[in-house]
């Protein structure tokens, strides 16, 4: 299993970003994919959540209205738009799926840098 996130990078307060993730070896529509980030000094988040029964999203409170989770399943991609940047969205963001084998395991993405700053 493979997760490879793109489309981080640097960004004014008030931009968009979209973050893509793409996965090999493991099918994303057949599981629940989310979006974590980790600030320096921080520890890791959950930032916005797809279930895979229904597709029912989750966000935290601080991007709910800003960001959006949606996943592809003719590229097998997930991604996430960021709208509204603030600085306080600055961090590492990483995406995750998790797949139930004998037990539920945790796949993740190496992570990609999202600085939002004037």
């Known amino acids: 299993v493979q997760l490879v996130e793109s489309g981080g990078g640097l960004v004014q307060p008030g931009g968009s970003l979209r973050l893509s993730c793409t996965a090999s070896g493991v099918p994303l529509s057949r599981w629940p994919v989310t979006w974590y980030r980790q600030a320096p000094g921080k520890e890791r988040e959950m930032v916005a959540h797809m279930g895979y029964t229904d597709d029912a999203t989750t966000y935290a409170a601080s991007v709910k209205g800003r960001f959006t989770i949606s996943r592809n399943n003719a590229k097998n991609a997930m991604y996430l738009q960021m709208n509204s940047l603030k600085s306080e969205d600055t961090a590492d963001y990483f995406c995750?799926?998790?797949?139930?084998?004998?037990?539920?395991?945790?796949?993740w993405g190496q992570g990609t840098q999202v600085t939002v700053s004037a």
């Open positions: 995750n799926v998790k797949v139930l084998a004998t037990d539920w395991e945790d796949y």
